[in-house]
């Protein structure tokens, strides 16, 4: 029994510890329709796009992000009608 029990805290620990970010070399991408990280030639949506307001457009950065479903951040922001092709929202979650 006591066995057990070991086994399953080591196994939660383990599952817990799993990170679900991305993390790599990235490119900033800035157009009227939002914010995006480029990663493995895919662009995806920054929902927490004031992260990236110090970065001009095409600036390579080392970063991280989760992908997420929704992104309720651009409900009252204008964007323009362009169609920017995306991977889906993430949020970053470290940038430099």
């Known amino acids: 029994m ?3 029990l070991f086994l399953v805290g080591i196994f939660s620990i383990i599952l817990l510890s799993c990170s679900d970010d991305i993390e790599g070399e990235m490119i900033v991408i800035k157009d009227c329709t939002g914010s995006y990280l ?3 030639d ?3 949506r920054i929902c927490n796009f004031e992260i990236v307001d110090d970065f001009e457009d095409g600036t390579e950065v080392k970063a991280s992000f989760t992908e997420i479903e929704s992104c309720s951040a651009y409900d009252n922001v204008n964007i323009c009608d362009m169609l920017h092709i995306n991977e889906g929202w993430i949020t ?3 940038i430099n």
Do not use: A, E, H
């Open 2 to 4: 006591k066995r057990l």
């Open 38 to 40: 480029r990663f493995n």
């Open 42 to 44: 895919k662009d995806y």
């Open 92 to 94: 970053v979650t470290k």
